[in-house]
């Protein structure tokens, strides 16, 4: 090759050189303003926008993901598999979750004579909260009271309205309404607004259920005056804005007002024991006459015993975990089971293989089920003996006392059944609550044996 041969190459060359560099170098600056620049503002977001499709226009990523809560995929022992049925007058629904009574008729005759035993059905996606209690069989046998809208909806707005711009006055206002028509006053499922300021985007606690309760159990570990959004950190924040909803819960006075009951601690015994003072029943037990407690889904008292809350890890860590999106780092809100997104949920600080992951995950949860069996068939037992004794007129302060142990056995044997990671978010303090519940069993069957 000639001298201008050579030099023309490499004029050439250092033209491309010069290109890639050049577009590598715009490539980076445009990342690393992406990642700054987390989400482009479309549309102006008040405190009073309760719709999840215009928050979606200022994010589309996470407003994408939060639609895929209609996704129905069954893990091992949770989630639901789609029912189809005929849609009619009373239920406008085409597709349902399998029934839980069906599949265990155990817990017909543990909640005989309250709603409960007429209709429970496995758990679906957030998309369906609001559609599912609608039109639950339940609605037929008990006329709930608004205060049931409170975790089953999109509810900020609808309170700041009904109370003039006071959260508090519009939660009073919507518990003490007939449920239609609280219903009436919702339009959505759980929203971004529910848990998101829309002015800087950062977490908050709009239920004033949970910020009364948080304050009561913070009082009970020597915090005094707890205001959480005030005092929480940001990663509690990401544990706090799920319990708001995911918990044990009553309706306290003829107010009905929603209430957590975490005055004496947030174990499931010690809940137990707050019901125990104030003498609060759910229903009359249909078989048994025992004053009855029914409890609730309490996710976050249970994953507060566990390992996990232990090591300061939050419920959105492993079911709503972090994704890249471009050099975004973005939350995936497609709230889910972590065994159906393992690599994100799990293997980010545990370094072994999914199916391994999975297994242990299924080892406690069925030991935990198998424990949980054993009390189920022992309940059953104790209240055909408190049946026998009351056809035979034994005793009725001995049998008064066996029914007291029916109500509290029944209670902790409920807490376990109603939280739905199936022992696995604290498995050790799962297995102390059945033990207990046994035990309280025990003491039952001596009363009505002596």
Not at 17 to 46: A, M, R, W
Not at 88 to 109: H, I, Y
Not at 365 to 390: C, G, P, T, Y
Not at 400 to 426: M, P, T, W, Y
Request: aromatic share 8%; charged share 30%.
């Amino acid at each position: 090759m000639t001298s201008k041969g050579k030099l023309i190459s490499l004029i050439l060359l250092t033209a491309v050189v010069g290109s890639v560099v050049g577009f590598l170098l715009i490539n980076i600056y445009e990342k690393k303003n992406e990642s700054k620049n987390t989400f482009f503002k479309v549309v102006e977001i008040t405190d009073m926008e309760d719709d999840p499709a215009v928050w979606g226009k200022n994010f589309p990523h996470q407003y994408d993901s939060y639609l895929r809560t209609v996704d129905q995929q069954r893990t091992r022992y949770g989630g639901s598999e789609a029912v189809p049925r005929t849609p009619d007058k009373a239920d406008p629904r085409s597709v349902v979750s399998q029934s839980r009574l069906e599949e265990d008729p155990q817990l017909k005759r543990m909640w005989a004579g309250y709603a409960f035993s007429h209709d429970f059905r496995e758990e679906r996606g957030h998309a369906y909260m609001l559609i599912d209690q609608e039109f639950t069989k339940r609605q037929e046998f008990v006329s709930q009271p608004g205060a049931c809208i409170n975790c089953h909806a999109s509810t900020y707005v609808p309170m700041m309205k009904l109370g003039e711009g006071d959260l508090y006055k519009g939660f009073h206002a919507i518990n003490k309404m007939p449920y239609l028509e609280a219903r009436a006053n919702v339009k959505h499922p759980v929203s971004c607004i529910d848990c998101h300021n829309p002015k800087t985007m950062e977490l908050r606690i709009t239920k004033p259920a949970f910020m009364e309760g948080i304050k009561a159990y913070k009082k009970t570990t020597g915090v005094h005056d707890y205001d959480v959004n005030r005092d929480a950190s940001k990663q509690e924040m990401r544990t706090f804005v799920c319990a708001q909803c995911h918990v044990e819960y009553y309706f306290k006075g003829k107010e009905k007002t929603l209430t957590y009951p975490w005055d004496k601690g947030i174990k499931g015994d010690q809940i137990l024991e707050y019901y125990r003072e104030n003498g609060h029943i759910d229903w009359k037990h249909a078989e048994t006459g025992a004053p009855a407690l029914k409890a609730q889904h309490p996710e976050f008292e249970l994953f507060s015993q566990g390992t996990h809350a232990k090591a300061g890890v939050s419920c959105t860590d492993c079911h709503m975990p972090y994704e890249r999106v471009g050099a975004m780092k973005i939350t995936n809100h497609h709230v889910r089971s972590p065994m159906l997104n393992v690599n994100k949920s799990c293997q980010t600080c545990h370094h072994a293989p999914e199916e391994e992951l999975k297994e242990r995950v299924h080892t406690i949860q069925s030991r935990h089920l198998e424990m949980r069996k054993k009390a189920m068939d022992a309940l059953m037992v104790f209240m055909d003996n408190i049946k026998e004794a009351q056809a035979k007129k034994l005793d009725q302060k001995k049998i008064d006392k066996a029914l007291v142990a029916q109500r509290e056995a029944q209670f902790l044997i409920d807490f376990i059944e109603a939280e739905n990671s199936f022992g696995f978010h604290a498995p050790q303090e799962a297995a102390r609550l059945i033990v207990n519940a046994m035990d309280k069993i025990r003491e039952g069957e001596l009363i009505l044996s002596k």
